[in-house]
């Protein structure tokens, strides 16, 4: 179970860095602000569920 949380917790790590590297990317290049604003809200849903793993790895870990 700790091995597999590991593994999502880092996937979904990453999968908040490339959303952020998106968005920053779209943002600089002047292209659509609403795609910017798309990519910056789905970045905040993958560090709210980043989080949740984060705490339930480290629950889990303890015990």
């Known amino acids: 179970m700790q091995a597999v949380l590991y ?3 880092m996937a ?3 999968a908040v860095f490339v959303v952020l590297l998106m968005g920053l990317w779209s943002l600089s290049r002047g292209k659509s602000p ?5 990519l910056m ?3 905040v849903g993958l560090q709210f569920v980043a989080i949740v793993l984060i705490m ?3 629950y889990v ?3």
């Open 12 to 14: 979904a790590v990453m």
């Open 34 to 38: 609403n795609l910017s604003q798309k």
């Open 7 to 9: 593994y999502l917790t």
């Open 41 to 43: 809200r789905w970045r």
């Open 56 to 58: 339930l790895f480290v």
């Open 61 to 63: 870990s303890r015990y």
